[in-house]
């Protein structure tokens, strides 16, 4: 979300002319869990971290990343590191300041690169140090104490310092160990293609901006799957556009196709299947600030896009189907897919005040809801709900805009086979999953 505060005001002044319709039927919530969610979701630990983007000083939970037993959430005012060793009691370890919005995450080894969104207003500061007016791009912190991570480098990626650039709504992790480098692919949102930026792991203050790779649109997110597959996707404007990773170049991708989708205008998120043959794509109707999942909406507005990635042909379209109230901000936001052995696909998703969900895809064709937990409206209104969820070692883990971090269980045949993995850039898979008599 770009401007995000003008266009929540707005949505509130419309959405204040409805009254509400109705809650989603489910389960009836347990003590411990106040959302309906259906039986095979449980409330396991939560962190919580109240913000509001109205109710005093502006600040909103966003994305966030894993590394071993912590994971990095980032929001509009900095980020903080949790131990989420036990996954029923998430633990505080610190907060770092930054002071421009969006704050997307991004870590590898002892790296956080965290996006700051829009154009710095006035002097202020990251990190203990200053930040100049006009400021938009990425910052490059130290974590190796997790209590008090050092601010090392600022890449400036606005127009001023690069022209035609927009600073960074999100940012990539395409790791090089080759070069012993950690590249970045950052989406600005507003400008055209993406900015390469690199992070030289032995000397981190060196990151710098290497060059722009065009997409013939703007790009929101930008996911990449590496292994066999070697593809990257930058959804944003009416689709996608895909690229051709070469191992010994992941600075300079081949564009394969681009496709546009009918009914889709901002082009959001995108995954894929771990041996990446399906792409998912997402889109934000209403910019993420409207309520785009009543049932008087396009079925467009509220649906995930399946498309054979090597060609972009379109495989099949799964809708939400528990239509949202007039007073909820909802679109289908920030997902990943579980890594299963078993040959299943299943995607993990976070879509605002639809709350958490998942859902198998094994035949694109015929997608469906295995599980979901789907909070009521919020009193009072304000912009919420479920920024991302993602799957990461058995647990889902729920970064909540007004509420913090909250970590849920499925309990589902679809969980069968699941990897555990060291650690999780959700944009980023580091390699495929050659699945068991999967479809050529």
């Given at each position: 979300?770009?401007?995000?505060?003008?266009?929540?005001?707005l949505t509130?002044?419309l959405t204040?002319?409805?009254?509400?319709a109705?809650a989603a039927?489910?389960d009836?919530?347990?003590?411990?869990?106040?959302?309906p969610?259906?039986?095979?979701?449980?409330?396991?630990?939560?962190d919580?971290?109240?913000?509001?983007?109205?109710y005093?000083p502006?600040?909103?939970?966003?994305?966030?990343?894993f590394?071993?037993q912590?994971a990095i959430?980032?929001?509009?005012?900095?980020?903080?590191?949790?131990?989420i060793?036990?996954?029923g009691?998430?633990?505080?370890?610190?907060y770092t300041?930054?002071?421009?919005?969006?704050?997307?995450?991004?870590?590898?080894?002892?790296?956080?690169?965290?996006?700051?969104n829009?154009?710095?207003l006035?002097t202020?500061?990251c990190?203990?140090?200053t930040?100049?007016a006009?400021f938009?791009?990425?910052?490059?912190?130290?974590?190796?104490?997790?209590?008090s991570?050092?601010?090392?480098?600022?890449?400036?990626?606005?127009?001023?310092a690069?022209p035609?650039?927009?600073g960074?709504h999100?940012?990539?992790?395409?790791?090089?160990p080759?070069?012993?480098r950690?590249l970045?692919?950052?989406?600005?949102?507003?400008?055209d293609g993406?900015d390469?930026v690199?992070?030289?792991?032995n000397?981190p203050?060196?990151?710098?901006?290497?060059r722009?790779e065009?997409?013939?649109r703007?790009?929101?997110?930008?996911s990449v799957i590496?292994?066999?597959?070697?593809l990257a996707?930058?959804?944003?404007?009416?689709?996608?556009?895909m690229?051709?990773?070469?191992s010994?170049?992941?600075?300079?991708?081949e564009?394969?196709?681009s496709?546009?989708?009918?009914g889709?205008?901002i082009g959001h998120s995108?995954s894929?299947?771990?041996d990446?043959?399906?792409?998912?794509?997402?889109?934000?109707?209403?910019?993420?600030?409207?309520a785009?999942?009543e049932?008087s909406?396009?079925?467009t507005?509220?649906s995930?896009?399946?498309?054979?990635?090597?060609n972009?042909?379109?495989?099949?379209?799964?809708t939400l189907?528990?239509?949202?109230?007039?007073?909820e901000?909802?679109?289908?936001?920030?997902?990943?897919?579980v890594?299963?052995?078993s040959?299943?696909?299943v995607i993990a998703h976070?879509s605002?005040q639809?709350g958490?969900?998942?859902?198998?895809?094994t035949?694109?064709?015929?997608?469906?809801?295995?599980g979901?937990?789907?909070?009521?409206?919020?009193?009072p209104?304000?912009?919420?709900?479920?920024w991302s969820?993602?799957?990461?070692?058995?647990?889902?883990?729920e970064?909540?805009?007004?509420?913090g971090?909250n970590i849920?269980?499925?309990?589902?045949?679809?969980r069968?086979?699941?990897?555990?993995l060291?650690y999780l850039?959700?944009?980023t898979?580091d390699f495929t999953?050659?699945a068991?008599?999967?479809?050529?």
């Open positions: 979300m770009r401007r995000t505060r003008y266009l929540v005001t509130l002044i204040s002319l409805f009254v509400f109705g039927s489910a009836p919530p347990s003590p411990q869990d106040a959302d969610h259906t039986q095979n979701i449980h409330d396991m630990g939560h919580r971290a109240p913000a509001s983007l109205f005093g502006p600040d909103i939970h966003t994305d966030i990343a590394w071993g912590y959430q980032g929001n509009w005012t900095g980020f903080r590191i949790l131990d060793s036990a996954p009691n998430p633990k505080l370890i610190s300041e930054c002071n421009g919005n969006q704050g997307d995450v991004v870590v590898w080894q002892n790296i956080v690169v965290r996006s700051w829009s154009p710095a006035g202020t500061s990190g203990g140090q930040v100049p006009g938009e791009g990425l910052h490059v912190f130290d974590i190796s104490n997790v209590n991570p050092v601010l090392l480098a600022a890449v400036n990626l606005s127009n001023g690069i035609g650039r927009c960074s999100t940012a990539t992790g395409v790791p090089d080759a070069n012993n950690l970045i692919y950052n989406s600005g949102s507003q400008c993406i390469i690199e992070v030289p792991l000397n203050a060196a990151a710098a901006f290497l722009l065009p997409a013939g703007n790009c929101h997110d930008t590496l292994g066999d597959a070697m996707a930058c959804a944003g404007g009416n689709g996608y556009t690229w051709r990773l070469n010994g170049a992941l600075e300079d991708p564009l394969l196709y496709r546009s989708i009918p889709v205008t995108g894929f299947s771990w990446g043959r399906v792409f998912v794509f997402g889109h934000e109707p209403g910019g993420g600030v409207g785009s999942c049932a909406d396009p079925i507005d509220r995930f896009f399946f498309f054979e990635a090597a972009g042909n379109q495989l099949g379209m799964w189907p528990r239509p949202q109230t007039a007073l901000n909802c679109t289908l936001h920030n997902f990943n897919v890594p299963l052995r040959g299943r696909y976070g605002y639809s958490t969900s998942i859902v198998d895809f035949d694109p064709a015929n997608a469906f809801e295995v979901y937990s789907d909070p009521p409206p919020i009193v209104q304000d912009l919420g709900g479920a969820t993602y799957w990461y070692n058995n647990f889902l883990y970064t909540n805009i007004t509420e971090l849920l269980l499925l309990s589902d045949s679809a069968a086979g699941a990897m555990r060291p850039n959700p944009q898979q999953i050659a068991p008599g999967k479809r050529k």
